[in-house]
């Protein structure tokens, strides 16, 4: 089917088509700029920005994959979670694009979006699209999703209705963490790229920063895990961070800003490697996709490829462009809805910005 896939959920505008597996057009609009000075998303700005950014990208990927509304078989549009005046945006102009051109509209979840990019073909995941498809009927998937909203473990054994969260983060996603600590540490925003940047020239054991929830009365063991056994807590991290930042001011010493980026980075991605490889062992998953903004953490990519190795484990991570957030994984994730001849979710339906990734298509 051919599929036109719309994001709002948080800072992008996503408008992306799809033919089944293959990716037809791409077209995203970031808000991001106009956050920087206040250091993290807002969603009034957000809101406002896919109001003026939506209808340019809409008609940008129509007249990039050559073909008409007419000719689109269903609209498939995120409905949560995320930053609700977003996704309102988003969902209006679907609904109203569905009113209008009498196609079936799919509200769908974007966690489990950000795991059905892989079922296109050209993911820059080798040999996915159909093989992908054909995996996961038999052994199941697991996702680590980390953004600068979303700290999650999933395990995806059908990515149209079965998908489970294992573990999620109590306090800050991932992203948020990297995006405080680098204001903490007076680097620019995003905060991701410039702490991955200065952390080249640190050490990583230059500071023990905190694991968060590692300790055994979180963790448990295998037989009998703890409350919080893959679930992530950053603002201990956080804290500590500003502890030892506001130690070498009061001492009127000069920050070690590489050593502390080096370090903070260590303490994030050995945390999220160790959880993810727990859980895969222990839900007897093999192959592990890597998704969100943060993937394109350096140090992530590192570890999270040399435990994977270690542990057996298969790791496919999409190309950046369809890591972060974007439309061809709407697309992707409706193509599949339809090709399964699953019901659409008709007009009525809410957004909700904490829906639940057990509820895959709304
Ligand atoms: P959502 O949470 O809904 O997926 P988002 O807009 O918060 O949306 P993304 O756009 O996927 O998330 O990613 C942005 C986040 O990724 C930011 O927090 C940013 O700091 C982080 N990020 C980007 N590059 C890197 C990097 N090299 N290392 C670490 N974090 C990074
Ligand atoms: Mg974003
Ligand atoms: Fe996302």
Redesign the pocket.
Known sequence: PLVLGIES????TGIGIVRGNTLLTNAVSSSMDEHVRFGG?IPEIASRAHLDAFVPALQSALREADVTLDEIDAIAVTAGP?LSGALMVGVSAAKALSVATGKPLYGIN?LVAHVGVGLLEDSGIEGHGAELLDQLPREGLGALLV????TEILAVRDITSDVELLGATLDD?A??A??KVARLLGLNY????A??NAARAGHRKAFNFPRGLSARKFMGTAENPGPHRYDFSFSGLKTAVARVVEGFETRGEEIPVADIAASFQESVVDVITKKAMLACQEKGIKTLLLG???A???RLRQLAADRCAEHGITLIIPKLSL???NGAMVAALGARLVAEGREPSGIDFETDSSLPVTTVLI
Not at 190 to 193: K, L, Q
């Open positions: 959920s948080c800072d992008e998303v995320g974007h953004s600068g909203g979303h996603a992203g948020e990297y995006d995003p905060g991701g790229p702490i991955d969100g903004g943060v394109a953490n350096s890591c972060t957030d």
